[in-house]
T-cell receptor
């Protein structure tokens, strides 16, 4: 399975600021997925990031709020812009696992707290 | 509406007791089915998956799950839980040709001595 490193692992941010989360994979992958897990909630897909094209956002998520970069096949970033306390969540990067279709491998997540 | 449901928000079991976590789905076609576990402060780890074939699937850490088409269910079981099994468990569904997964709301498992 791919190994995913996310940075930062946690951060405390001020309202109105932006934070960029990095996701590094130890192998080349076609698609990378960004999920949000709000406190006590399940995972919700934010967007799918393919290298060389714009990310595809799910309903309720917009590029201005969650811009994503995918400069190569092993790296992606998610920015949470103009943060409010409602953005306090764990943000998880995931990739399709080489062991089979639809099997996702997840990073450990980035826990953001917005004050 | 299409959905994946985990009816139990929180379950408490004694160490050594058996465990069953419920998962139901509501989709027109049979989806791919997964169980993931999230330990405190960790990412998600795949326990097992069902694509087709044998309806009883074995996973890691002694877990198994049974797919029942008639009940649209994919329940997770373990015959004897260990204190280290305390975690959040998520059922998820996916479909062929679409690598996105949809997750249930999760079941938090507490183990008591």
């Amino acid at each position: 399975s791919a190994v995913i490193s996310q940075k930062p692992s946690r951060d405390i941010c001020q309202r109105g600021t932006s934070l960029t989360i990095q996701c590094q994979v130890d192998s080349q992958v076609t698609m990378m997925f960004w999920y949000r897990q709000q406190p006590g909630q399940s995972l919700t897909l934010i967007a799918t990031a393919n290298q060389g094209s714009e990310a595809t956002y799910e309903s309720g998520f917009v590029i201005d709020k969650f811009p994503i970069s995918r400069p190569n096949l092993t790296f992606s970033t998610l920015t949470v812009s103009n943060m409010s306390p409602e953005d306090s969540s764990i943000y998880l990067c995931s990739v399709s696992d080489s062991s089979g279709a639809n099997v996702l491998t997840f990073g450990a997540g980035s826990r953001l707290t917005v004050l | 509406a299409q959905s994946v449901t985990q009816p139990d928000i929180h379950i408490t079991v004694s160490e050594g007791a058996s465990l069953e976590l419920r998962c139901n789905y509501s989709y027109g076609a049979t989806p791919y089915l997964f169980w993931y576990v999230q330990s405190p402060g960790q990412g998600l780890q795949l326990l097992l998956k069902y694509f087709s074939g044998d309806t009883l699937v074995q996973g890691i850490k002694g877990f198994e799950a049974e797919f029942k088409r008639s009940q649209s269910s994919f329940n997770l079981r373990k015959p004897s839980v260990h204190w280290s099994d305390a975690a959040e468990y998520f059922c998820a569904v996916g479909f062929f040709g679409n690598e996105k997964l949809t997750f249930g709301t999760g079941t938090r498992l507490t183990i008591i001595p």
